[in-house]
């Protein structure tokens, strides 16, 4: 039962870092409303599936890989912000040139941070240490 439940663990952290990892390399792309939603999305996925399976995987790479993940949502948080805002004032009359600088240099930011990571091959030492629990000691 054990193993058959560390098969599964694996397979469903798995799937959840391949979402995150489509979405990073989409974001180093385009940081378009859909993008940053979908990312978003997958980076919460990922943290409930390490957290739900918790037992299965190494605590220090989970914990380096979840405070990575953390800096990548407040930068896309920071970009839907602005996105909620300007379709909020859609339509309103009210100016939204400000946020939508705003949403600019927020979303070119996001980008950075998502070919950084994309560049880095960090979802790949991700994958290694979190389900074959081998550590390096890369600065993540």
């Known amino acids: ?8 663990a694996r397979a469903k952290i798995s799937k959840a870092l391949d979402d995150v990892t489509v979405a990073v390399y989409t974001t180093a ?5 859909d993008a940053v ?3 978003r999305v997958s980076i919460r996925r990922f943290s409930q599936a390490v957290r739900v399976f918790q037992q ?3 605590q220090k790479p989970s914990a380096r890989i979840g405070n990575r993940l953390k800096k990548v949502m407040k930068a896309a948080g920071e970009v839907r912000d602005r996105d909620i805002l300007i379709g909020m004032l859609d339509g309103s ?3 939204t040139t400000e946020l939508t600088a705003e949403r600019a240099v927020t979303g070119k930011k996001l980008a950075e941070i998502s070919r950084t990571i994309q560049d880095a091959g960090m979802p790949r030492r991700w994958r290694r ?7 390096h000691s890369e600065v993540e």
């Open 29 to 33: 792309r385009t940081t378009d409303a």
């Open 56 to 58: 299965y995987v190494p």
């Open 93 to 95: 009359g009210v100016s």
């Open 129 to 135: 240490r979190l389900l074959t629990g081998e550590e």
């Open 37 to 39: 939603h979908k990312l």
């Open 1 to 8: 039962m054990n193993e058959n439940m560390r098969s599964v």
